[in-house]
């Protein structure tokens, strides 16, 4: 009897020892969303001059400069000028200006210069330069003074 | 307690405010359900400049016409890369659904020209649930 009692331990022992114990494994999983974003940052303001026949009072003119706004954005969005709106002119200036603001872009995305809205659609930096002209036709002309108007430029 | 469930009918959709700085305005999209006449987007405008600016936030339709919303606070000034949650409860005005934009605006550097007023518009999406 206690022959058989220590072979069957010695027998369990030994089929114990083959044995390691196993490993236990998992996965750990990571979500991220990213939204949309987008911000602007305005570099510097534009600078217009008129032109020699004082009919166009532009940021593309000789002497004028264009805005400068930097874009940061994950792509996604859409970047426009508004209409301008808001301007002071002269007192003297009573005729009628046609104010057509434009942006075009390069670094990130590389955009043309335009008016109407465009899709960002590339991740990164986007250097944004924002024009704006002002014109008058006819025998209209751009009087002396201070004159100053307002873009809007949206990224949604 | 109506102001409650509209602040938990926003509050409770998936518009993850993670606002970190150098953002303008987070998020930029959201779809919000609301039991209630109006539904509610907490948004966070941010100044990616380091210095201060006064910003103001303003809800638009998608003809950009003004809609008469509540936002909490509309106009403030906001530290240099600093962000501040702004509450937008919008109401629905009769409808069962509403698209908005919610944008902040940068108020422009004084004394040049062409001044360029920046604009980060968010589009959001309110359903309303009986």
């Not at chain 2, 990616?48 to 008469?68: G, L, S, T």
Request: charged share 10%.
């Amino acid at each position: 009897m206690k022959f058989l009692r220590a072979a069957t331990a010695a027998g369990l022992l030994a089929a114990c020892t083959g044995h390691q114990a196993s490993a236990a494994t998992g996965n750990v999983l990571f979500n991220g969303t990213i939204t949309a974003t987008c911000t602007i940052t305005v570099n510097s303001n534009g600078t217009m001059t008129v032109s020699s026949n004082l009919q166009s009072l532009s940021s593309h003119n000789a002497g004028g400069s264009a805005g400068s706004a930097q874009v940061d954005t994950t792509g996604g969005v859409q970047l426009s000028v508004d209409p301008v709106t808001t301007t002071t002119v002269p007192t003297s200036d009573v005729t009628a200006t046609t104010w057509t603001p434009t942006f075009a872009t390069t670094g990130a995305q590389t955009i043309a210069e335009t008016g109407t809205a465009t899709a960002l659609t590339v991740p990164g930096t986007s250097t944004v330069a924002v024009n704006l002209a002002g014109t008058k036709s006819g025998t209209n002309r751009f009087s002396a003074g201070n004159y100053q108007a307002t873009v809007t430029l949206r990224c949604e | 307690m109506r102001t409650i469930a509209i602040l938990a009918a926003g509050l409770t959709t998936a518009l993850s405010p993670v606002a970190a700085t150098s953002q303008s305005m987070t998020p930029m999209r959201g779809e919000v359900r609301s039991f209630t006449d109006a539904f509610a987007v907490r948004v966070f405008p941010g100044n990616p400049y380091n210095q201060r600016i006064r910003v103001e936030v303003h809800v638009y339709d998608q003809n950009f016409e003004p809609v008469a919303a509540k936002i909490t606070p509309s106009a403030f000034l906001l530290a240099g890369q600093a962000s501040r949650p702004v509450l937008v409860v919008v109401p629905f005005d009769g409808a069962n659904e509403r698209k908005v934009r919610i944008c902040t605006e940068s108020i422009p550097f004084p004394s040049e020209q062409t001044q360029i007023r920046a604009q980060i518009c968010g589009k959001f999406f309110g359903h309303r649930r009986f």
